[in-house]
C-alpha cells in the first residue's frame, strides 16, 4: 500500500470517527450488546430483496432486482410504447417510457421490458415486468386526454389478455387492440424464456385497488374482488403456457387499507359474510388463487405481492416529515421500519389509531400464506422510508434490508426519486468494497439487547463460518455508541465500511483503527451518531503488505494528498485534528509493519 492510499484511508477514517454530532457535552457514551451466533437461526437470503423499481435502475448502485412497475405502467402500450400518466399529470398519453431508454431499442416493441432485460443481464439482477389489466392502453402520444376522452375513445386502445389466435412478432398498431399474452409470447421470442434470458417475473398489474382514482379515464369505477381474480387468474394462466418457469406477482396492493378491505371493494362486505375465515382481503385472494391453482393443475401465484409506505408519523404530528435536525422526529423515523416486524412497537398513525389489527405487517402476511396459499413466497415491490438526502435514509434502508432478510421475504424494491443515501445503503449489502462483494448469503443469529439505539444482522456465505459479514446501525441521534460484539469462536481479523453524514457513499475505512478492536471472539466498535457500520469479520490472517511498502517510493514532505488537507482543516481545531490524523496514521502503519 503506497503511502498515498495510507493517507486517503486514514482521512476517510476520521471522517468517520468524527461524523455528525460528537459526544454530548455531558460525554455520555451509550452502550449495546450485540451477540452473534453462527451456528443458530440459519436463512437463506433472496438477494432479490437488495432491488430497486426502474427508475433507478441505471444509477452507479449494484441492485440484484429490478421491477418495472408504478402507475405509469397501467395504460402502457407496448406496441407503440405510448404510456399514459394519469392523476399524476394530466392523464397526460406520451412518449415518456422511449425518452427514456436507449436508442437500440427506443423505437421496438416492450421497449421499456427489453430495456429491463438488457440492464438486469449486466447486473446479474432479476427482471420484473408489469402486464396491463385494467381494460384499456394509451393509443398515442399526443398529451393530456380530456374528461370527455375517456375509455372506449379513439385516444385508447383496448387490451385483450388472451388474443385467441396466432402470434405475431409484429403487432398490428391500427386494429385499436393490445394483447398481454401476445406481449408476453413477443418477450419469450426476442430475450429468451425466464431461464434463459428473458424476463424472470411479471407483475399482475400495479395497485388495482386506485385505478378509480389514478386511472378514472381508464376504469372509473371500483375494482370488485371478484374483477381482480378473474383478471388475475386469467392472465397467470396465459403466462404459464407460454413460459412455465416465469414466476407471477400479484396483487401489488398499494397499502394497508387494500390489505384490509381492498380499499373498501363494492363486493368485500358480502364476500366477508359468506366466509367468516377471510380476516382481511390477503386471505380472500390468496385462497381464490389457491382453488384456481387446484382447478388446473398450475401454481398461479408465485409471490404475494404487496407495497408498503409507513404511515408512522414524525413527532411533530406529520406523515413523512423532513425534521432531520429534530431528535424527536427522527427517533419516530428511524423506528417506523419495526411496523414490518415487531409486535411490540405501536407506530403513531392512523392504522394504529384504528386498531392495527395486522401490524406487524410480514408475520401478518406469513401467516395468511400459510394458512391459504403455502409455499407462495412474499415480495415488497414499493417501498420507501425516505431520507434520500439525509444519513438517517441510509440507516433506515440499511435497517429495512436486514428486516427483509430476517423474515424471509423474497423480493424488495425501493421506489423513489431521489434516493442517495438509500442507494448507499443497498450499496452497503451488495457491492462494499466495489469489487462486488457485499453481505453474506446466509443470515445468523444476532441479537441486539437495545434495538431502539441499534440493530444488528449477521451473515456467512453457505455454511462456511470463516468469513462474517455484521451490519451495525447507531441510531443514536447525539450521543456516540459503543456496540460490544460478542462472536463464538475466535477471528483474527476485521475490516470496516460504513456511511456517515459527509457523503452518500459506502466509506473504505481500511483496518478501523481505534473505532473497531477484536480481541479473539469479542469486538469493540466505537460508533458515531446515526451512522452504519459494516464489519468483514475473518478467522484468516490479512495479506502482509511488506514488499509494497518496501517499493514505495518516498514523497516529497511538503506535498500532502488532498484527503490529508480536507482532514487537517475540519471544523474540530487544528489540534485535535492534528492528533486524531496523527493518531490514526500510527495505527494504521503500525498494523502495516505487523502484518
Request: glycine residues 8%.
Amino acid at each position: 500500500m503506497s503511502l498515498r492510499k495510507t493517507a486517503a484511508a486514514a482521512a476517510a477514517l476520521f471522517a468517520f470517527l468524527c461524523c455528525a454530532a460528537p459526544v454530548n457535552a455531558e460525554g455520555n457514551m451509550r452502550t449495546v450488546n450485540i451477540t452473534v451466533d453462527t451456528s443458530k437461526d440459519r436463512k437463506q437470503i433472496s438477494p432479490y430483496i437488495y432491488g430497486t423499481n426502474a427508475g433507478l435502475m441505471n444509477s452507479d448502485t449494484l441492485m440484484r432486482s429490478v421491477r418495472a412497475g408504478g402507475n405509469r405502467y397501467t395504460a402502457y402500450n407496448w406496441e407503440n410504447n405510448a404510456s399514459n400518466a394519469g392523476s399524476d399529470w394530466k392523464n397526460s398519453s406520451d412518449g415518456y417510457f422511449p425518452q427514456r431508454v436507449s436508442e437500440e431499442v427506443r423505437d421496438k416493441p416492450g421497449c421499456v421490458a427489453l430495456e429491463l432485460a438488457d440492464v438486469c443481464a449486466r447486473k446479474d439482477a432479476y427482471s420484473l415486468m408489469t402486464l396491463q389489466l385494467a381494460g384499456y392502453a394509451a393509443a398515442d402520444m399526443k398529451g393530456s386526454v380530456k374528461e370527455n376522452e375517456a375509455a372506449p375513445s379513439g385516444r385508447w386502445n383496448k387490451i385483450e389478455l388472451v388474443k385467441g389466435s396466432d402470434f405475431t412478432l409484429t403487432p398490428d398498431l391500427n386494429d385499436g387492440t393490445v394483447y398481454m399474452d401476445e406481449f408476453v409470447n413477443y418477450l419469450v421470442q426476442t430475450l429468451g424464456d425466464s431461464q434463459n434470458g428473458g424476463i424472470r417475473g411479471y407483475s399482475l398489474d400495479n395497485e388495482p385497488a386506485l385505478w378509480s382514482g389514478t386511472h378514472s379515464l381508464v376504469h372509473p369505477e371500483k375494482v370488485t374482488c371478484a374483477e381482480i381474480i378473474e383478471k388475475s387468474v386469467t392472465m397467470s394462466k396465459a403466462v404459464k403456457a407460454i413460459d412455465p418457469g416465469a414466476e407471477i406477482f400479484g396483487p401489488a396492493l398499494f397499502g394497508y387499507y387494500a390489505f384490509l378491505n381492498f380499499s373498501d371493494a363494492p363486493d368485500w362486505r358480502d364476500i366477508r359474510k359468506g366466509n367468516k375465515q377471510y380476516k382481511w382481503f390477503i386471505d380472500y385472494y390468496l385462497d381464490e388463487m389457491k382453488k384456481a391453482e387446484d382447478e388446473c393443475g398450475t401454481r398461479l401465484l408465485d409471490v404475494l405481492d404487496v407495497h408498503f409506505y409507513t404511515e408512522a408519523k414524525g413527532a411533530c404530528g406529520e406523515r413523512y416529515c423532513a425534521h432531520y435536525d429534530d431528535p424527536a422526529c427522527v427517533y419516530n423515523k428511524l423506528n417506523a421500519t419495526r411496523s414490518l416486524w415487531d409486535d411490540t412497537y405501536k407506530e403513531d398513525s392512523w392504522i394504529t389509531d384504528t386498531g392495527a389489527k395486522f401490524l406487524p405487517i410480514l408475520p401478518a402476511l406469513k401467516k395468511s400464506v400459510d394458512n391459504f396459499y403455502p409455499g407462495t413466497k412474499i415480495a415488497v415491490t414499493e417501498y420507501d422510508f425516505q431520507g434520500s438526502g439525509d444519513v438517517t435514509g441510509a440507516i433506515m434502508e440499511a435497517d429495512a434490508l436486514g428486516i427483509f432478510a430476517q423474515n424471509e421475504v423474497y423480493c424488495a424494491n425501493l421506489f423513489a426519486g431521489e434516493a442517495q443515501y438509500q442507494l448507499a445503503a443497498i450499496d452497503l449489502y451488495t457491492n462494499f468494497d466495489g469489487s462486488g462483494n457485499g453481505f453474506g448469503d446466509t443470515l445468523v443469529s444476532c441479537v441486539s439487547d437495545d434495538i431502539e439505539t441499534s440493530t444488528a444482522y449477521a451473515s456467512i456465505y453457505g455454511s462456511d463460518t470463516d468469513t462474517i459479514t455484521l451490519v451495525v446501525t447507531n441510531k443514536a441521534f447525539g450521543e456516540k455508541t459503543t456496540a460490544d460484539i460478542r462472536l463464538d469462536s475466535e477471528y483474527s481479523s476485521v475490516r470496516l465500511y460504513g456511511i456517515n453524514s459527509t457523503e452518500a457513499k459506502v466509506l473504505d475505512l481500511a483496518d478501523g483503527g481505534s473505532a473497531v478492536k477484536l480481541n479473539g471472539d469479542s469486538i469493540t466498535l466505537e460508533m458515531e451518531p446515526r451512522t452504519v457500520s459494516l464489519l468483514v469479520i475473518s478467522k484468516e490472517d490479512p495479506v502482509s503488505v511488506q514488499n509494497e511498502i518496501e517499493e514505495t517510493p518516498d514523497i516529497p514532505e511538503e506535498k500532502t494528498t488532498e484527503g490529508n488537507s480536507i482532514a487537517l482543516t475540519l471544523t474540530i481545531g487544528i489540534a485535535a485534528a492534528a492528533i486524531i490524523c496523527a493518531g490514526v496514521l500510527f495505527v494504521v502503519l503500525r498494523n502495516r509493519k505487523n502484518k
